[in-house]
Structures are given as structure tokens and as C-alpha cells.
């Protein structure tokens, strides 16, 4: 099933039941007072935050969502039965704009709940009217309608360490190799047209998209990409080893990371050398002096194949996420 991270939805309040008039049966009377019960309140519809990031693709077939109604109002005053309130599930970190007021509403943590539209109260039957002046009141109200409307979610995805670079970089090897994840790889333009995700101990790691030169521009997948990496803790920024230009490729991600916004290119880094068994070891060595003399950042060197290698970046980032957990800014 296909990753969905964007999606329209139409969402629906329970409409409340009708009041009805009805009458007691008393001996010997034929009209006995006014007996009409009031009608039930439609259900609320509320958004429920899921740690399930792919349940958008779900709803693709059918987005339309609906409340149930109230009931009407029964014989010998006996209200009707509200209606079930509606949870619509969407995935941690979803952002969830109003299409008609603009409101936004983000869901940042897993079980949150979110009320978006209140249901119809349910209408009045004619007991409710009865009164000194109106001992046999016919009167009665519809119940009123459930609140609706259009909602755009986009998924920006919470992790707490977020892999970014080039395409074919080693992002889905190197999160598969670390989690025990299954990601589909392969050496094309784009390896990855979706994000990844695997679990390091309790911490999650996510392969972002690759990007190409001018995806702030909406070049590629484009924004796509960048608001994937809004949210996360940190970034692993990987460089393939393979390459005959690291350093171009390291400040091609770094310019679309700043021209796409000042924060996301602040936050905190580490430059991960991948494919180190392409390469000399002296070559290896040799890069990996050049990267710390010149961006002050930790830099870490790994291969898939080589488990030292893969031992110690398992180990550092674990250490480096728990000297780091806070809330996601």
C-alpha cells in the first residue's frame, strides 16, 4: 500500500434527533398530559493522534467521515439516544488546516485528542413545552444539524533522528542495518520516494527522501522532502563515500536545508561518511579530517558490510539521542 503523507477530508457531525409529540394514556381519558420525549444529541467528531503513519492511505478510497445521528424522542418522555461520537485517526504529526476558517491544528503526541466539530442537540418533544398556561402542548422542535467541513492534512513526520542526503547516499541500508527494517533499495535517481522509518532502542530513525539540487525551489520531491525534516530531533546528514565530490555534495543539502527555512538548517547534525568499503582506508581517514576541521560537527564513517563500523554508529547515535530527549520544536 502506498505512503500517503497529504489528504482532503470531509467530515460530519451527528445531526440530533427530532422531538416528537405523543400523549399519555390515562383510563378512562382519551389525551392524557403531553409525553413527548426531547430528541438525542448527534455525535462529536474528534481527531485521534496514531502512532500508525500509514493510515492515510487508508482513507484514500473513501475520505468522507460521518457521526452518528441522534434518535428521536420516544413515548412516556423517554429521550432518544445520542449519538456514537466519531474518532478519525491520523498519524503523529499530522497537520490539519480548516479548508473554510484556516484554523490549523497539529497532533504532536500519540492518544491526543482533538474535538473538530460538535454535533446537533436533538430537538425538544412536547413535554418540554407544558407549562400553566399550556397544559396540552403540540409543539415540538427538529433537532438541530451536526457541524461539517473540509480538512487538508499534510503528515510532517516526528522522529528523533531524521536521515538526509543525496539520492543513493545509503540512507535505506544504513536504517535497515540498524533497526533490522525492511526498506526497498535500490541504485536509482530517487532510492527512496518515501520516508522510512525503523526503531533503534526505543528511538525512531527515519529515511528521508533523497534530495536533488533546487528542491526548495519544488524541484524533485521537493517540499515533500523538506517538511519531512521540520520535525526531527536531529539529523544524520550522510555523504557517499563513493562520490568524487563529498563536500559539493554535503553543501548542495545544506543550501536547500537554509533556503528552505533558517531553523531546519540549525538544527543539530552529524555527517555520516557512508560506503567506506568503496574506498581506501587512507582516503576514508583523510575525508573524514577534512569534514571535522572544517564543520566543527561530529563525523562518522560506516559501511553496511563492516559490523565494528555499524556497532559504533549504532552506539553513538543511541547515546546522542538519550543525552537529548526533549520535546520536538
Request: a negative charge; glycine letters at 12%.
Amino acid at each position: 500500500m502506498a505512503f500517503v503523507d497529504e489528504l482532503t477530508i470531509y467530515a460530519k457531525a451527528g445531526d440530533g434527533g427530532n422531538g416528537i409529540v405523543s400523549w399519555r394514556r390515562l383510563k378512562y381519558i382519551a389525551k392524557g398530559g403531553p409525553a413527548g420525549g426531547d430528541g438525542g444529541d448527534g455525535g462529536d467528531v474528534y481527531l485521534e493522534a496514531t502512532k500508525d503513519l500509514s493510515i492515510l492511505s487508508s482513507y484514500t478510497g473513501n475520505p468522507k467521515f460521518f457521526a452518528e445521528k441522534g434518535m428521536p424522542g420516544m413515548k412516556n418522555s423517554k429521550e432518544g439516544k445520542s449519538g456514537e461520537d466519531l474518532i478519525v485517526k491520523l498519524p503523529v504529526g499530522s497537520v490539519v488546516t480548516n479548508n473554510e476558517t484556516g484554523e490549523v491544528i497539529q497532533l504532536l503526541h500519540p492518544g491526543e485528542q482533538i474535538q473538530i466539530l460538535k454535533g446537533g442537540r436533538g430537538g425538544y418533544g412536547n413535554e418540554h413545552f407544558k407549562s400553566s398556561r399550556n397544559v396540552a402542548p403540540t409543539e415540538q422542535t427538529d433537532g438541530g444539524p451536526g457541524e461539517e467541513g473540509r480538512y487538508r492534512i499534510e503528515l510532517e513526520l516526528v522522529v528523533d533522528l531524521g536521515f538526509i542526503g543525496l539520492p543513493s547516499a545509503g540512507k535505506s541500508s544504513l536504517v535497515n542495518a540498524l533497526t533490522g527494517s525492511k526498506a526497498k533499495v535500490a541504485a536509482y535517481h530517487f532510492t527512496t520516494l518515501e520516508p522510512h522509518l525503523g526503531d533503534l532502542y526505543g528511538h525512531i530513525l527515519a529515511d528521508i527522501p533523497g534530495l536533488i539540487e533546487g528542491a526548495a525551489e519544488g524541484k524533485g520531491l521537493g517540499h515533500k522532502f523538506l517538511r519531512h525534516i521540520k520535525r526531527t530531533r536531529a539529523l544524520a546528514h550522510l555523504v557517499s563515500l563513493e562520490s568524487d565530490t563529498p563536500l559539493e555534495d554535503y553543501e548542495k543539502i545544506r543550501r536547500e536545508l537554509a533556503e528552505y527555512s533558517d531553523k531546519l538548517s540549525q538544527k543539530e547534525e552529524i555527517i555520516v561518511l557512508s560506503k567506506t568499503d568503496m574506498v581506501e582506508t587512507e582516503y576514508v581517514e583523510d575525508t573524514k579530517k577534512m569534514f571535522e576541521q572544517k564543520y566543527n560537527k561530529p563525523v562518522l564513517v560506516v559501511s553496511i558490510i563492516n559490523d565494528e563500523q555499524l556497532k559504533s554508529v549504532s552506539e553513538y547515535f543511541v547515546n546522542y539521542l538519550e543525552q537529548r530527549k526533549k520535546p520536538v520544536a
